[in-house]
């Protein structure tokens, strides 16, 4: 961390905390550079998963929670890993048959004051953990192969939502798909399945709704929960298609979904050739009062759909490029409607050829920003105020390397990961962290304030790296204090948003 570009980022930061002084009185006395405060190693695996943070030990620090594993297919002790935040120090792990890369969602389920871990991965593993031991509670278990539904939910697990309690035992239900087949090729409608929507009984597991997408398309898609302002009625969102297959963005009516129904939902955005993968954002941008719809699709389709009436309000398309990552949300241009910042893929998988970083005006859906930094990755960003100019900047992870090389190119290669910070009002980008021969593929930094000073801290992920990008050799997990007092919280701190949920809540 002490190259020319991060010494540039802290005199800025030292800079705008000295401004911000003079005018509202938050002192920035106290810290004056990044920090180091701890890195943690883990040999053979690697990660697809994001960090989330959550209290485990009760020392009122925030704790790290992320999905781990070694190479697809292969078993592992460390599937889940829970990070202590003060040092770094494992807590605890959790087992896995294969992958966990869902990101974790918390809930106290036990009842012994400690969120409980709820996170899934491949093969198809859906687990919950007890919080204070890393012990599982209870596990999805594949052995449905007769019911009309749930005989296709035996591949993938990604992300949870927690929705209000639909059965009046006093505990959150959970809300996630299944789907995608690893032996379907691509463009081949053989070996693919349709996608399973379900909701499980956080306490104990019960499978309590389900049903299959309506266009019989797979999924690779979070869905979320979107609630009318004072009405009390909820809907999801859930979209199908995947790299190279068709697919639709749909809302439903939760209480249809109980009774096992998903027939009556609404294609609100579609796309022929490419699905949906990545999550929408889910933020007011026409000052109504109901939470609108910003998505984007795998052919890099932007949609803006009022959430009260359904109509479009916009869209944008990017010519020429892929996405599967998932929007960062703020403020990033001079007016009070969020923004929305993603990176996209050049070329066609599994073929792209780099990577292009893109803003959207919220209110326009004009492309405010764009830039191509770096290789192709499915990380996505992070969002906050980092010198305190009024709009808010963004925290980007990149790798460096021959963008032109086949992914799945077994050759040793040399890469380079970086954390990089985009600051839209001077548009210029800087960096906060590199190391060679380490790179980032998937996981989505995360930032808050982990023990409480009052100043940002950051942890993000990195992997060992000489050959395929996808390959896992180990991985490192670092705490980054940033000189940058805090005086709200990140709008958009984490993958998918502060809460996991999609949902952004301004916090200015």
Known sequence: MNSKHTQWLLLRLISACTFTLCWVSISCTSKEKSELIWESGFSIIGSQSSPRSVDLNGD?????????????????????????????????????????????TFHDVTGDGIPDVFIGGRSPQFRAI???????????????????????????????VLLPDQNENGYPELLLANGGNYEALPYMEENRYPAVIML??????????????????????????????????????????????????????????????????????????HGFIASPALADINTDGYLDIVAISHASGIYAIDGKTLLPLWDQRIPDT????????????????????????????????GSVQVMVDGKTGEISYTNALGCTGFSSPVAYDLNHDGQDEVIISINEFDCKRYIGDQSSFVVENKLLAIDFKSGEHYTIDQAQGM??????????????????DLVHAQYFSHSDPLSFLGMRIKRIDLPVKMNQDPPWGSFMGNSGDGIFRPTN
């Open 322 to 353: 892929e996405c599967s990552n998932s929007f960062a949300v703020g403020f990033f241009t001079d007016d009070a409607i969020p923004d929305f910042f993603t990176f996209v893929s050049q070329g066609v998988w599994p073929q792209n050829t």
């Open 439 to 456: 790179k980032n593929i998937f996981s989505t930094p995360w930032i808050g304030d982990i023990d409480g000073d009052g100043f940002l």
């Open 60 to 104: 009122g620090m925030l704790d790290f929670v992320i999905g781990a594993g070694k190479n697809e297919f292969q078993a592992s002790d460390q599937g889940v890993l829970a990070l202590d935040g003060s040092d770094g120090s494992l807590i605890w792990s959790h087992e896995a048959t294969d992958q966990m890369y869902g990101a974790a």
């Open 200 to 273: 499980l009984d956080s306490k104990n597991g019960d499978i309590l709704a389900c049903d299959t997408v309506p266009d019989g398309k797979e999924t690779y898609m979070t869905p979320l929960l979107i609630s009318s302002p004072n009405q009390g009625e909820h809907q999801i969102i859930f979209g199908t298609g995947g790299e190279t297959i068709g697919g639709s963005l749909y809302i439903a009516d939760l209480k249809d979904l109980m009774q096992n129904t998903l027939s009556k939902a609404k294609i609100i955005a579609t796309e022929t050739g």
């Open 130 to 160: 007890d919080g204070k031991t890393g012990e599982l509670l209870w596990k999805f278990d594949n052995v449905h192969e007769d019911h009309p539904i749930l005989q296709y939910a035996r591949f993938n697990f990604n992300h949870s």
